[in-house]
């Protein structure tokens, strides 16, 4: 049984909401930062404002049915509807990424109160690297909206991981019904990154939805949010979603920071090596025959805060 969000004060000593709303935005007091390292994550209660996300739902709406220009953004489709047809852009779109330099999408990743939180993980010099937002469609029965159990840092070919931070943030109401996110706290601890592959399940996995196995066993909590409420995770930090058991849509909006001080590392002969391979296929297939998996991440990475490094 997953523990609720709401009872992780007895487990992890934690009770959502315990940001100090009163500090000054962007300063964490020791109890918080003392959670982070424990548990690999931290949530912190309101942060972005409705407006901001309200105008990011209308964009994601607006370059899903062709209104505006997608550009360099890449959409990506729900498995199981692959093939058929009558469905609205907003059923089949399960995520959109790389939309550093969107007008409206980058208002988010360009959020100072967000960016004053950031900060505390990267230092002062920020890169965006990796901006999603993520349309959970209601599930078709087929349990293809889950998000297999994963470290985020298998997608990337940077380091070292300490500097590396995800901000998560719920776009509405999110929890067990619509597949909140589920996190493994303390699994960062572990300073291992784990064997990732598409998980063997019987109806499809999403594309680029690699897992790792053996998890069943380890203590995970359900993070229940409110609109605005945004978590920030360590990329080593074991994660994932379940089903959206409703019948709307749940969307969350994501980037992962990197301090520009990070460097690229050759993934190659490592296991990363089978995500490369695969998001090079993709670059290739658009005609961009001569891009390293690191260009790759160069392209779609932004200066947000300070100077720019050697990412
Ligand atoms: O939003 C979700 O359901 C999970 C997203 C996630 O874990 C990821 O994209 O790495």
């Given at each position: 049984?997953?523990?609720?969000?709401?009872?992780?004060?007895?487990?992890?000593?934690?009770?959502?909401?315990?940001?100090?709303?009163?500090?000054?935005?962007?300063?964490?007091?020791?109890?918080?930062?003392?959670?982070?390292?424990?548990?690999?994550?931290?949530?912190?209660?309101?942060l972005i404002p409705e407006d901001l996300i309200d105008a990011c739902?209308?964009?994601?709406?607006?370059?899903?049915?062709?209104?505006?220009?997608?550009?360099g953004i890449t959409m990506m489709k729900d498995i199981s509807l692959?093939?058929?047809?009558?469905?609205?852009?907003?059923?089949?779109?399960?995520?959109?990424?790389?939309?550093?330099?969107?007008?409206?999408?980058?208002?988010?990743?360009?959020?100072?109160?967000?960016?004053?939180?950031?900060?505390?993980?990267?230092?002062?010099?920020?890169?965006?690297?990796?901006?999603?937002?993520?349309?959970?469609?209601?599930?078709?029965?087929?349990?293809?909206s889950r998000h297999p159990w994963h470290q985020d840092l298998h997608?990337?070919?940077?380091?070292?991981?300490?500097?590396?931070?995800?901000?998560?943030?719920?776009?509405?109401?999110?929890?067990?019904?619509?597949?909140?996110?589920?996190?493994?706290?303390?699994?960062?601890?572990?300073?291992?990154?784990?064997?990732?592959?598409?998980?063997?399940?019987?109806?499809?996995?999403?594309?680029?939805?690699?897992?790792?196995?053996?998890?069943?066993?380890?203590?995970?909590?359900?993070?229940?949010?409110?609109?605005?409420?945004?978590?920030?995770?360590?990329?080593?930090?074991?994660?994932?979603?379940?089903?959206?058991?409703?019948?709307?849509?749940?969307?969350?909006?994501?980037?992962?920071?990197?301090?520009?001080?990070?460097?690229?590392?050759?993934?190659?002969?490592?296991?990363?090596?089978?995500?490369?391979?695969?998001?090079?296929?993709?670059?290739?297939?658009?005609?961009?025959?001569?891009?390293?998996?690191?260009?790759?991440?160069?392209?779609?990475?932004?200066?947000?805060?300070?100077?720019?490094?050697?990412?």
């Amino acid at each position: 049984m997953p523990i609720e969000a709401n009872n992780m004060e007895t487990e992890f000593k934690y009770t959502p909401g315990c940001a100090t709303k009163s500090a000054k935005a962007g300063t964490l007091s020791r109890k918080q930062r003392e959670f982070y390292e424990k548990n690999g994550f931290l949530v912190i209660p309101k942060l972005i404002p409705e407006d901001l996300i309200d105008a990011c739902h209308r964009q994601f709406l607006d370059v899903i049915d062709g209104r505006i220009p997608k550009g360099g953004i890449t959409m990506m489709k729900d498995i199981s509807l692959r093939g058929k047809s009558g469905y609205t852009n907003e059923r089949v779109v399960n995520k959109i990424q790389d939309w550093v330099w969107d007008e409206v999408f980058s208002k988010y990743i360009l959020h100072p109160h967000l960016l004053d939180y950031v900060e505390n993980f990267t230092g002062p010099n920020i890169m965006a690297m990796h901006t999603m937002l993520i349309n959970k469609p209601p599930d078709s029965g087929k349990l293809t909206s889950r998000h297999p159990w994963h470290q985020d840092l298998h997608y990337f070919p940077f380091r070292p991981a300490d500097q590396i931070v995800a901000a998560w943030t719920a776009m509405e109401h999110i929890d067990g019904n619509n597949g909140c996110l589920v996190a493994f706290p303390g699994t960062h601890r572990e300073e291992t990154l784990y064997q990732h592959e598409y998980p063997e399940w019987e109806d499809g996995v999403n594309k680029m939805y690699h897992g790792v196995r053996g998890m069943d066993h380890k203590p995970k909590v359900e993070l229940h949010m409110e609109k605005g409420d945004t978590v920030f995770f360590h990329p080593l930090m074991v994660h994932g979603s379940g089903p959206n058991k409703t019948a709307n849509f749940r969307k969350a909006i994501s980037c992962h920071f990197a301090s520009s001080d990070c460097h690229y590392i050759d993934v190659r002969g490592t296991s990363q090596q089978s995500i490369a391979d695969e998001v090079q296929a993709i670059t290739q297939k658009r005609g961009l025959t001569d891009l390293t998996f690191q260009d790759i991440w160069h392209m779609r990475s932004r200066c947000v805060r300070g100077l720019q490094g050697k990412l």
